[in-house]
């Protein structure tokens, strides 16, 4: 039986995050050797949508079904095949988008699957600088108004955000039996327009509830508690239990991150398992849809970087170990 066409929802966003997730379920789910995603009447996706996209059509790889997309040479859909969206999935009968891959590297990232944590270093530190603009080969920044030191400072927090999310996804993600199972992605790009920074990482791990279950500040099992808790300072699932030290968490790196957020008129977007929580508020996905780990997106003004200072963020209540003291 003929199985009527995905399409894609009109935003696939980080502002719209239970659409965007019930998309994904429904991409996950779809049936037949041949899965058709109609891509046409989509406007605007943004790193988030482009995580969970990419997430959701490896899964069809997985089955080994392929991807027929209907208005791959259109505008949105050009548009995901040159940030790699379709990379990770065999596509047939699917017209190409006409022209060159453009080389615009100052303003669009693509979207990445990472496996470890030194690549995880390398990218995020790609990003940042794909963000500000300063890998725009042999040009002057696009900004030439923003001093070197400038670029190195706004780098530095976005760097500083993308390691913490990473990082958190290339370790906790990874427990409760997810170890090399949990998948990693990343997707960021900077809007000129509005001067917006996303970036998103999502992972397909353990999940949130999972590696804080029987935490004390932990209100309820719920995964719209944890993510609360998650947030919170000094909450880890990691910390002091670390026989080397190494192996220990502070617990500081969401609460730090979403302190950034907050002073760069931003927001900030955690999704796991049924539940969601933004900057402002948050709820329950619908029509089951779920996330099986820990989607994260993050927008920023990047002007409001320039007078932001990461130090003066770090809930520093207590003793921290000198490797974690910024300047
Ligand atoms: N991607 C994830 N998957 C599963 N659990 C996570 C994930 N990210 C965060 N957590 C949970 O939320 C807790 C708080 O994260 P946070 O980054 O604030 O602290 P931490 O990673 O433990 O310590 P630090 O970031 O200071 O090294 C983690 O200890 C972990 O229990
Ligand atoms: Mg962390």
Request: charged share 25%.
């Amino acid at each position: 039986m003929p199985v009527s066409p995905l399409r894609l929802p009109k935003f696939l966003t980080a502002r719209s995050p239970v659409e965007t997730l019930a998309t994904y379920r429904r991409l996950a789910e779809a049936e037949g050797d041949i899965v058709e995603l109609d891509v046409r009447g989509t406007e605007f996706v943004d790193p988030f949508g482009m995580t969970l996209l990419g997430e959701g059509l490896l899964q069809l790889t997985d089955f080994e079904q392929s991807v027929r997309v209907i208005g791959l040479d259109q505008q949105t859909g050009a548009y995901l095949h040159r940030m790699d969206v379709f990379d990770h999935v065999e596509l047939v009968d699917s017209p190409l988008p006409p022209g060159r891959r453009r080389d615009r590297r100052d303003a669009l990232s693509e979207l990445k699957r990472i496996d470890g944590e030194e690549e995880a270093e390398a990218v995020a530190s790609s990003l940042a600088e794909a963000l500000i603009g300063t890998r725009a080969q042999g040009r002057p920044p696009k900004q030439d108004s923003m001093h070197a030191d400038e670029h190195e400072h706004q780098m530095g927090i976005i760097q500083y955000v993308l390691s913490e999310l990473l990082s958190n996804a290339l370790s906790h993600a990874q427990r409760h039996g997810f170890r090399s199972r949990a998948r990693v992605w990343t997707a960021a790009q900077y809007y000129p327009s509005s001067d917006k920074v996303r970036l998103a990482v999502a992972d397909t791990g353990c999940g949130l509830l999972a590696t804080l279950r029987g935490h004390p500040l932990l209100e309820a099992e719920t995964h719209f508690a944890a993510i609360s808790a998650a947030l919170q300072p000094r909450v880890s699932c990691n910390r002091n239990l670390g026989v080397r030290a190494d192996t220990v968490n502070q617990g500081i790196g969401l609460t730090t991150v979403h302190r950034i957020i907050d002073r760069s008129s931003g927001d900030m977007l955690v999704v796991t398992g049924d539940a969601y929580q933004r900057q402002r508020g948050g709820g329950m996905l619908r029509d089951n849809a779920a996330w099986q780990g820990v989607a994260t997106a993050v927008e920023m003004r990047r002007e409001a970087l320039r007078s932001l200072r990461v130090p003066e963020l770090l809930p520093l209540g207590d003793a921290v170990p000198p490797e974690l003291r910024f300047e």
